[in-house]
């Protein structure tokens, strides 16, 4: 009994004296960064999500099964340090769709976005990161004249410039000094512009549909923590809520495939979801990080898993 009683407080006063350490992260999923990059740094980091669609939310937040539709979506970040206070990141994406023994290979939206440090996470106080983000979104995907043979997973944009603003806070706590913990919160609301469309479009439509299509605004709220097990090993976790109103058309409708009159106004929707993963990093410059990404309710929404992959380097 007694050497468990000394072998305990060897343990205990082992751990009491081991140091800080400055953790090393990738970052999560999904929550987006508080931090820019100094002046002269740069960051590349390609994204991997495989998606499996297999069923929808309905206005009830009721689940319903519907054809399984499997997208692979490549997204390529490349940022930039321009001044102490302000980066630039360059946003890419690439689509390959299957459904139904269908599939298509598309280029997505495009984006472009500066990002404002107003405080950096001091340690030892209650000083976070805070970032502004102001992201505009490019028609780089295909939206409409979609073939109406496909079932829409042509569509791989949504035909209009996207404003988006952004604020990001973050702050790493030693609540126990072997596992720091990074929080984040980020906050976004999206303004986008008027879009014309014609035939079967990102928001419905068919045949002879011609109008124009205002998309709702977005309201996302993410928040994530990652957990160090120690500098290389790190478990993140997001949440993340999606909100939007009804879109609004104003046109000629058209009529779908069955002779019926077409809808271009996808009703109000809330999405609801999680990404956990596992990170490894070999540097602070270098790290992976993998998981999934799954909705857990909805309305008016796809019920979803996406299995993630990524990688990071700073140089």
């Given at each position: 009994m007694k050497k468990y009683f000394f072998y305990s407080l060897f343990i205990l006063f082992s751990t009491a004296f081991v140091q800080e350490y400055t953790p090393w992260y990738t970052g999560p999923l999904l929550t987006q960064s508080a931090?820019?990059?100094?002046?002269?740094?740069?960051?590349?980091?390609?994204?991997?999500?495989?998606?499996?669609?297999?069923?929808?939310?309905?206005?009830?937040?009721?689940?319903?099964?519907?054809?399984?539709?499997?997208?692979?979506n490549t997204l390529l970040f490349l940022q930039f340090g321009i001044f102490q206070f302000l980066d630039g990141t360059l946003r890419l994406s690439g689509f390959y769709k299957h459904k139904k023994n269908k599939d298509i290979v598309k280029l997505g939206d495009s984006a472009f976005e500066f990002g404002i440090q107003l405080l950096k996470d001091k340690k030892n106080s209650n000083i976070p990161s805070v970032r502004v983000v102001i992201s505009e979104r490019?028609?780089?995907g295909k939206y409409d004249n979609l073939?109406?043979?496909?079932?829409?997973?042509?569509?791989t944009g949504k035909g209009c410039y996207e404003t988006f603003v952004s604020l990001n806070l973050s702050k790493i706590v030693y609540w126990i000094k072997m596992h720091p913990t990074r929080f984040r919160l980020s906050l976004s609301y999206s303004f986008p512009s008027k879009v014309s469309?014609?035939?079967?479009?990102?928001?419905?439509?068919?045949?002879?549909?011609?109008?124009?299509?205002?998309?709702?605004?977005?309201f996302i709220t993410s928040f994530s923590f990652e957990y160090s097990f120690n500098r290389n090993w790190v478990y993140a976790m997001d949440f993340l809520c999606l909100k939007a109103k009804k879109t609004k058309f104003s046109g000629n409708p058209g009529t779908t495939i069955d002779?019926?009159?077409?809808?271009?106004?996808?009703?109000?929707?809330?999405?609801?979801?999680?990404?956990?993963?596992?990170?490894?990093?070999?540097?602070?410059?270098?790290?992976?990080?993998?998981?999934a990404w799954l909705s857990i309710a909805g309305k008016n929404v796809e019920d979803f898993i996406s299995y993630v992959f990524s990688v990071t380097y700073t140089f």
């Open positions: 931090d820019n990059l100094s002046p002269g740094q740069g960051n590349i980091q390609p994204y991997l999500f495989v998606l499996d669609s297999f069923a929808e939310y309905d206005s009830s937040w009721h689940r319903h099964r519907v054809d399984k539709t499997i997208v692979t490019f028609p780089t073939n109406p043979n496909k079932g829409g997973i042509d569509a469309v014609k035939n079967f479009n990102s928001y419905g439509g068919g045949y002879n549909t011609s109008g124009k299509v205002t998309p709702p605004n977005l002779g019926k009159t077409a809808s271009n106004a996808p009703p109000s929707l809330i999405q609801i979801s999680i990404a956990p993963a596992i990170e490894y990093n070999f540097s602070k410059n270098l790290g992976i990080i993998t998981g």
